[in-house]
């Protein structure tokens, strides 16, 4: 343990050097949503600007901080001066805060959008500070507390922010204490189901067995989550060393990562991670003298949501048909191999290094009564403030949309909470706490943090429709409740949504889901009836609608809509007509056009194009454009 | 030719049935995808039959049996996408390329699929080119990045 306090100081020099800076340093956030908003092309910029104005200074590719919609998001820090963070910035913005920064030693206040650290009388006048940003003050960053702030591929950054002291202090303890410490800490399961993480662990501690295996479930397969993504590729070692300190509670000395391969740079992370590990003693055998072995193997998932269920990955890791099994024996009696197993979600193992290292005590006071600690939500949809956020459980909904999220452009309409495995909560629930137990009297699901926000433009039997094409889809075909009956909902609500419906078909729905709940074999068929059976409770009026008057009011379900042409709107200016893939628009220049419902497809492209709102759709005319 | 490269790459794995994916994961991402001869040499290997492995081959969304194009089109069906419509710019790449999903255009330009999601959901709808992802896309802008690719 010498060792570890030599690195740990060595690790604080290098961060410290990078504070107490003496040339400028960049930070830019490029994990994958930096990218896909174009962090590469400021990337390249920044280099190019540095070299031809010839000046010295440091780029750190730093992780997603949270509020994606800014991105990307550009850091500068001058020697002596706060941290100063840039958001939706392009190349040509980059290459103006750089030169105004760098070379006139100006911050451009104006611009910036907060400082972190501390605040300095002239130069970050006016300017909040970053963490007190509308949408991050009301966070409490726990899992991701290095996220945006480290550079996920410097081990030293992480142990310099007390990386690894959690897995030392696990060491001290033994397995049997670690155990005792994260059942006082209440730590549930993150990935959805909520069970008592120290539970699970006893049982296979318990369980005998030759060989126990730990395995990392990051195949993260919901639609619209993106928490444990962010996470690696923010920190993955905060989730290496979790994975650690859990493979050392329940004695395995064999752990995986399974994760999705649609996360190419995660994956990445994750083995430059491990290298850095093995090279500092965090692996391989007597791991900083204790005695405990550890060897992680990474294996890429194939394409299959199925496989985010306990037996069905455990499966796919043998090489075979990600199929489930029925319980029990659950994993942590007969997994992997037919040895104890502990599937444990990335965020649960996020959380426990800082549960190893600040207390049991200092957690459970975070959250409420039985739902202790933090837990993250990816909150998009149609909100303004979309990212990625970590907030105590019990927080209200509304909190969380409308001071957080900043709420919806157009009325809210409801939100969808727990993916395909989750339901749709209408307004009535935005004061309900987000916990295990209200969420499921609501109907709906934790899951593993998908917020999904929907305003008016949202057609609730299209997004019933979405989710149970999905799950059909998804359906590994092995129990037929869930093979046909999620078929039949689909075909159903297809129906509904074409305007052919019948009203009998709600009552079809209803039961036919019950049904498929009861009936399935696993997780996936017991939950994907929700997003229907939520709807057609808290929504019936829009399926009502659908069915009996054959309209849809959100203006999506495209056999019940028509666009055509707002007469005074329109100018003449033709950039429709030179969209339109079928002809269906015609109209000389200058002149009012004319839009051909017979030969229109639906494809919106006029509807995006136009610039005076003089396209519409259906009955409602849709006054402003999509967020 | 193809054998040789191939045989180098199995010597890397031990057999046992845990390595099937990872060694299926190994020949789509050297040749684009599992042809028929690749599986036989692989199935000799592992020494299991051909139809264990398109068995469970055929089973995870990621394989495909069939040459991939010279750009690889996917657009992301996530729940974010689809509120921010993901199915419109779905449609409207089908049409332009005449192909549906899971085909690859006659002249080998594009392959087109459809991704569950590709994790990028606050900056909805996104797109992904080869190793590019395109975020918050249109109908509009589909065809002027499309033709970047040739």
Redesign the interface.
């Known amino acids: 343990m010498n060792d570890f306090q030599k690195m740990k100081n060595a690790a604080q020099r290098k961060w410290d050097s990078l504070r107490n800076n003496k040339i400028p340093v960049i930070f830019l956030g490029t994990a ?2 930096g ?3 174009g962090a590469t092309t400021v990337l390249d910029t920044i280099r190019t600007t540095l070299k031809k104005r010839k000046i010295k200074a440091k780029i750190v590719e730093v992780g997603c901080i949270g509020p ?2 800014l ?1 990307p998001l550009m850091d500068i820090q001058l020697p002596g001066k706060p941290r100063v963070s840039y958001s939706n910035v392009t190349p040509k913005l980059a290459k103006l805060i750089l030169e105004s920064n760098l070379i006139k030693g100006n911050p451009l206040s104006k611009l910036a959008i907060g400082y972190f650290g501390d605040s300095i009388d002239g130069f970050t006048d006016g300017l909040p500070r970053f963490f007190d940003l509308p949408m991050l003050k009301p966070q409490t960053r726990v899992v991701l507390r290095n996220c945006g702030i480290i550079d996920p591929e410097e081990i030293d950054h992480y142990m310099a922010n007390d990386g690894y002291q959690g897995l030392v202090n696990a060491f001290i303890k033994g397995p049997l204490d670690v155990i005792a410490e994260v059942e006082q800490a209440g730590l549930r399961g993150r990935g959805g189901a909520g069970f008592p993480t120290f539970r699970k662990w006893k049982i296979c501690r318990e369980s005998p067995g030759k060989q126990k295996y730990m395995i990392c479930n990051a195949d ?7 928490m444990n ?1 962010s996470l690696i590729e923010g920190d993955p070692h905060a989730v290496l060393e979790g994975l650690v300190i859990a493979a050392y509670a329940i004695g395995a000395t064999k752990a995986y990562i399974y994760i999705r ?3 190419p740079l995660a994956i990445a992370r994750l083995k430059k991670a491990i290298r850095q590990m093995k090279k500092y003693g965090f692996l391989g055998a007597n791991i900083l003298d204790s005695g405990f072995d550890l060897d992680i193997t990474i ?7 199925v496989c985010g269920e306990e037996t069905a990955l455990i499966a ?8 489930p099994k029925s319980r029990p024996p659950f994993p942590a009696v007969a997994g992997l191999h037919g040895m104890p197993t502990i599937i444990n979600n990335v965020e649960t193992l996020g959380t426990l290094p800082n549960i190893l290292r600040k207390g049991a005590s200092w957690y459970s006071q975070l959250g409420i009564q039985g739902n202790s600690g933090t837990k993250t939500f ?5 909100i303004r403030r ?3 956020i970590e907030v105590p459980l019990g927080m209200t909904l509304r909190k969380i949309i409308f001071d957080i999220g900043g709420g919806t452009l157009k009325p809210f309409k409801a939100v ?1 909470t727990g ?1 395909p495995s989750g339901g749709c909560l209408s307004g009535e629930f935005l004061d309900t706490p987000v916990n295990y137990e209200s969420l499921a009297a609501a109907g709906s699901i934790m899951g593993s943090g ?1 917020l ?1 926000v ?1 305003d008016e433009d ?1 057609c609730i039997v299209d ?1 019933a429709r ?2 149970l094409d ?1 799950t059909q889809r ?1 359906s ?1 075909g092995k129990c037929s409740p869930c093979r046909v009956g999620t078929r039949h909902l689909v075909e159903i609500l297809q129906r509904i949504t074409r305007g052919e419906g019948k009203i009998e078909d709600l009552d079809k729905l209803q039961t036919l889901g019950e049904t498929i709940k009861r009936g399935s074999l696993c997780g996936l068929g017991q939950t994907a009836p929700n997003p229907v059976l939520t709807t057609l409770k808290y929504f019936r009026s829009e399926y009502l609608m659908h069915v009996n008057e054959k309209h849809c009011e959100a203006a999506v379900c495209r056999a019940l809509i028509e666009y055509r042409v707002v007469p005074e709107n329109c100018t003449g200016c033709q950039l429709c007509v030179s ?1 339109c ?1 079928t002809e269906a628009i015609t109209g000389p220049r200058s002149e009012v056009h004319n839009l051909d419902p017979e030969k229109c ?1 639906k ?3 006029c509807y ?2 136009c610039r005076f709102d003089a396209i519409a759709g259906d009955a409602i005319i849709i006054k402003s454009k ?1 967020g | 030719m193809s054998s040789k490269i191939l045989n180098k790459m199995l010597s890397g794995f031990e057999g046992k049935q845990e390595d099937l994916i990872p060694i299926l994961q190994s020949i789509q991402e050297k040749f684009g995808f599992l042809s028929e001869a690749n599986v036989k040499q692989a199935a000799r290997f592992l020494k299991i039959s051909e139809n264990q492995i398109f068995g469970v081959a055929s089973f995870y969304s990621q394989f495909r049996f069939t040459e991939p194009g010279r750009n690889s089109i996917k657009v992301c069906l996530g729940t974010a996408c689809h509120v921010r419509g993901g199915q419109i710019l779905s449609d409207a790449v089908g049409r332009d390329l005449e192909i549906t999903h899971g085909q690859t255009t006659t002249d080998k330009r594009f392959d087109f699929e459809r991704v569950a999601c590709l994790g990028c959901c606050a900056l909805a709808p996104v797109i992904q080119i080869n190793d590019d992802i395109y975020s918050k896309m249109s109908v509009i802008h589909l065809r002027e990045t499309m033709e970047k690719y040739e």
């Open positions: 994958s949503c990218r896909a908003a994606c919609y991105e993260e397969g919901d639609p619209g989550a993106f993504r391969a649609e996360y294996k890429e998932g194939a394409g299959a949501f796919s890791i043998e090489g075979k048909r990600g199929m990816s909150l998009v949809g149609k979309a990212g990625l969808q993916g998908g999904i929907m949202t997004v979405y989710f999905f998804e590994c969209v893939p497809i494809c919106r492209a995006e194009i999509r």
